[in-house]
């Protein structure tokens, strides 16, 4: 009979990068205006997060938002991932950008890869934790309102300290299984232990799935709720602030877990190209 584990293996989900994504000649960007085109978004994009995340982490801890307690904690953590995403994702894509390959050493690329992967997932619960928050504030006004209150700071410690996990499964199953990677320009895992077969579409649930279901059911409960209560009972401003939110994220997130989707089933077995770990080799030669 034909097994769940044969077909995983089929598909190619335990080797996400049997195409070598680190050959320039395939997959990096030839035109330097296009480069630089490039850099420029980046720069905006890194200018913007860096401005931004430092205004809301310093008015919010002076009280400027009249938002519920809950509400601006996780802000607040949102803040912080997207700070961590801007340092070791995005400048390291614009000096990559420039330079045209990494250039800033093996383990700058090992702990880059690392904290961002640990930064999507811990953002992606931190949103579920937002539009959970807000619907029970909704279902339960008072007993919700002062739980959350007094618990909200213990609840987004938690979440980032289950979301661990992440980082755990890739220093397990191979902590230098990176190389640099021409669809982003940044240092990518390569996902080539056999453990990933089973590995990584557990990942896929724990750090996808279950969190934006969580966050399309509670929007969709939240929804359900505001037009059930009077107008003048609701905190509009708490509300677009969540759905802003969320709006931003899935627009954000949307293709690139898409992409994920698809990836596995695409052919990602080209007969001449070279390894993915004959490029972390090099990378380690090339950098010490």
């Given amino acids: 009979s034909f097994s769940i584990r044969e077909f995983l293996q089929n598909n ?44 809301i982490l310093i008015a ?44 800033m050493g093996t383990s700058l690329c090992y702990i880059s890869g690392h904290l961002c992967y640990y930064g999507i997932t811990v953002g992606s619960f931190m949103v579920a934790m937002m539009t959970t928050s807000k619907y029970v504030l909704l279902k339960f006004p008072l007993k919700g309102g002062i ?23 890739f220093l397990s199953l191979g902590y230098k299984d990176f190389a640099f990677d021409f669809r982003t320009y940044n240092c990518m895992y390569g996902f080539h232990s ?18 934006n279901a969580t966050i399309v059911t509670t929007t969709i409960l939240m929804l359900r709720k505001a037009k059930r209560a009077a107008r003048k009972d609701l905190k509009w401003q708490g509300m677009i602030t969540v759905f802003f939110t969320v709006a ?10 898409l992409y994920h989707i698809i990836e596995p089933f695409m052919d990602n077995n080209p007969a001449d190209a070279p390894s993915h770990h004959s490029e972390t080799r090099r990378l380690s030669r090339d950098t010490h």
């Avoid at 480069?35 to 997060?49: A, G, H, I, K």
């Avoid at 996780?74 to 990494?102: E, K, T, Y």
């Avoid at 979440?159 to 755990?168: A, D, E, G, K, Q």
């Fill in 12 to 55: 190619s989900l335990g080797t996400n990068m049997a195409l070598n994504f680190s050959d320039y000649t395939q997959f990096g960007i030839h035109s330097p205006v296009s480069r630089y085109l490039l850099v420029s978004w980046y720069f905006l994009v890194l200018c913007s997060s860096l401005i931004g995340d430092t205004t």
């Fill in 60 to 103: 919010t801890t002076r009280n400027a938002f009249r938002l519920h307690k809950a509400t601006v904690t996780v802000i607040q953590n949102l803040a912080v991932c997207d700070l961590v995403m801007s340092m070791f994702f995005v400048l390291p894509g614009i000096v990559s950008l420039i330079a045209n390959s990494w250039v």
């Fill in 147 to 169: 739980w959350l209150g007094e618990h909200a700071v213990k609840v987004c410690l938690g979440l980032w300290l289950f979301c661990l996990y992440s980082p755990i499964f």
């Fill in 194 to 211: 056999d453990a990933w077969i089973v590995a990584k579409p557990l990942l896929a649930l724990l750090g996808g799935a279950l969190p």
């Fill in 248 to 257: 931003v994220f899935m627009t954000s997130f949307a293709p690139f877990t």
